[in-house]
């Protein structure tokens, strides 16, 4: 049995679905914003539960709007975790502000008590981050930004079809940004993002900055930026929205059935809480493992394809050398960053999938007894 990680071969081996679709937009050669990524544009906002929904290029750019639409640059700061992929501190740094690193929790979310202790005057927003499609305590940093009067920007990139409390990621801050990248829970043939916000004079300039700041054909406002979500893959991302909630649904039943044959073999895997009223989108799932790298290795022999997020957190990073950071305050992060492995959990793996992965490694950890 092969168990691969990537599963787009599958999702996208029959093309049917879009030809029909792809043909119309061809024949109306509406090929710069226009009707289709409209359509695409009006259901995100409705699935997600936001007044506006903005499209762009992809995920990252998402994340630098955000920024951006609030007016943060030079000599602000942006508080955020430690253990995200590089786009969530880049995005900062192409803005100009300073990225406030903090420590992760056990769930590998934000640590909100970590975020108080960095709260300064220069501190403009907090960005937490919807790790590997699982979600911090929205409720308590909303306490923190109302408190301290900053801003909430979600990194809610891995969060889409994700809900704490029946309520969706990218619903709790001022703006938000979301990722269509392939691996992500909603994707594209490529790269997509969106920002969501339900601040209309915000969507306004949005939408006006992401396409060079054109108020018609023969004027602009103010200078912006060529940032558009190809009709192509609004084409592609309108037909996969309407899948997400069972693509959502067949994810949590296979990380149900991981987290039940994994659990008896703690503490050599170690699976985090689940809070209750948190509906992941296992778009990465993640847990904690003794002798990590030979158990990859294992478990590579056997076909099973894994992947680790990340082996060098962004606090470790070389590029964050410039924030002359104190590693000690990176302890959970820098901890679980030598015994995470990300395990396939995707749509495409059945029951007998799951249980075949869950065997292997309880073969591996019994073995390793003897």
């Not at 001022?174 to 490529?190: E, I, Q």
């Not at 190809?230 to 309108?238: D, E, F, I, N, T």
């Not at 060098?312 to 590693?327: S, V, Y």
Request: glycine fraction near 6%.
């Amino acid at each position: 049995m092969k168990i691969p990680f990537n599963y787009l071969p599958q999702q996208f081996k029959n093309l049917n679905p879009y030809y029909g679709e792809w043909k119309k937009l061809a024949k109306s050669t509406e090929f710069t914003l226009g009707p289709f990524v409209n359509k695409f544009e009006k259901a995100f906002a409705n699935y997600i539960g936001a007044k506006y929904c903005i499209s762009t290029n992809n995920g990252t750019d998402a994340l630098i709007l955000c920024l951006k639409s609030l007016n943060i640059g030079k000599g602000d700061e942006v508080i955020t975790v430690c253990n995200s992929f590089y786009a969530t501190v880049g995005a900062i740094v192409a803005c100009g502000a300073t990225p406030v690193l903090v420590d992760c929790d056990e769930r590998y979310q934000i640590n909100i008590e970590k975020i108080k202790k960095k709260i300064t005057k220069r501190t403009k927003a907090i960005l937490p981050v919807h790790w590997g499609g699982a979600s911090p305590n929205m409720n308590q940093i909303i306490a923190l930004s109302k408190k301290y009067k900053i801003h909430i920007i979600e990194d809610a990139c891995m969060g889409i079809g994700a809900k704490i409390n029946g309520k969706s990621p990218g619903c709790f801050g001022t703006v938000s940004a979301f990722s269509m990248h392939p691996l992500k829970s909603l994707n594209v043939m490529g790269d997509g993002g969106m920002v969501v916000t339900n601040n209309k004079k915000i969507a306004t300039w949005l939408r006006k900055y992401r396409n060079h700041g054109m108020i018609n054909r023969d004027h602009i406002e103010f200078w912006g930026i060529n940032n558009r979500l190809q009709p192509l893959q609004a084409v592609v991302a309108y037909k996969e929205l309407s899948k997400i909630n069972a693509v959502v649904k067949k994810r949590n039943k296979n990380a149900k059935l991981m987290d039940k044959l994994l659990s008896p073999i703690y503490p050599n895997v170690i699976i985090p809480r689940r809070p209750k009223g948190y509906l992941e989108t296992y778009a990465l799932y993640m847990c904690l493992v003794k002798k990590r790298d030979s158990l990859i290795r294992y478990l590579k022999k056997n076909n099973i394809e894994t992947k680790i997020h990340y082996p060098i957190p962004l606090n470790k990073q070389r590029a964050a050398k410039k924030l002359t950071l104190n590693q000690n305050d990176f302890k959970i992060a820098n901890y679980q960053s030598k015994r995470l492995i990300t395990l396939p959990i995707h749509q495409y793996l059945n029951n007998e999938n799951i249980i075949f992965i869950a065997n292997k490694i309880k073969n591996f950890y019994k073995n390793k007894k003897k």
